[in-house]
């Protein structure tokens, strides 16, 4: 019975994911320059005409006004329509994987939360602190409520590792370069996510967003994309370390990397 739902509640989900996308996009836009996040409705922002609702549907606007604004003819954003499928998709993956229950809304908040810390941080530079009391709050309630698959003192080892790990690179960093190597927003941010992630999870989604970085660093360097300061936002490479991990869970519990890694790499039989 439930079976046969299934494609309606995918279908419901995909709907559910493009219209929070389209919201994250108001918080991305609003949070950082304390405006009001519900009031007053979005406006164009090359001449200020308020956007009519049937021009506010999540990426199907986009697409039916050429990405340009109907009064100005100013171009919008592809980030727009681009944050709208990236949370639609993702929640149907997140979907497939932890099915209708609490966890799946535990973790969907939770990635959400990432997708927003992601842009706000590579336009400003900065974790705003309400999302890390969001992340906090619902890490609170999760635990309390026992809607994780570990147990608080894994919470707790998940919480030294991911926070404790990054708060001594960036201290070794900070040492080494004579500047600020790792901003305190992204020890925090570390700090709520080792808490949903416990031990195991942490080094993995540490370990992917190194590379991550890494990877960004050079595209970055070789675009000429990195100002005087050599400045490079990590709290992106934070979160896209951690929704892999998250999206590489197997449907059954543990995780498509780790499972391959022991599997392949640890016991000698790499590829074959
Ligand atoms: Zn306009």
């Known amino acids: 019975m439930i079976k046969d739902l299934y494609p309606f509640i995918q279908a419901y989900a995909l709907i559910i994911g493009l219209a929070i996308g389209s919201f994250l996009n108001v918080i991305i836009y609003r949070l950082p320059h304390n405006k009001s996040i519900v009031r007053p409705r979005s406006k164009c922002t090359g001449c200020g005409t308020q956007i009519a609702w049937y021009d506010n549907i999540p990426v199907l606007s986009y697409i039916l006004i050429l990405g340009k604004c109907r009064n100005c003819k100013a171009a919008i954003s592809i980030r727009y329509p681009l944050i709208e499928l990236i949370c639609g998709l993702m929640t149907i993956m997140l979907l497939s994987i932890y099915g209708l229950s609490l966890e799946f809304i535990v973790i969907l908040l939770l990635c959400y939360m990432l ?50 790990i990054l708060f001594i690179m960036g201290a070794l960093g900070t040492w080494a370069f004579r500047k600020e190597a790792l901003g305190f927003g992204d020890i ?59 999206l590489t869970k197997t449907v059954g519990g543990g995780n498509h990397i780790i499972n391959w890694y022991f599997t392949n790499m640890w016991t000698g039989e790499y590829f074959f």
């Open 115 to 164: 997708i927003a810390i992601t842009f706000i941080d590579v336009d400003h530079f900065i974790i705003p602190n309400e999302f890390i009391i969001f992340g906090l709050a619902i890490s609170i309630i999760a635990h309390a409520f026992k809607l994780l698959p570990i147990s608080i003192l894994e919470g707790v080892y998940g919480i030294l590792a991911f926070g404790g």
């Open 188 to 246: 925090k941010l570390g700090l709520v996510l080792g808490s949903f992630l416990g031990p195991e999870l942490s080094l993995l989604a540490l370990f992917l967003s190194f590379i991550f970085a890494a990877f960004m660093s050079i595209i970055l360097l070789l675009a000429k994309e990195v100002g005087e300061d050599h400045m490079i936002p990590f709290g992106p490479s934070i979160a896209t370390g951690t929704l892999l991990t998250i």
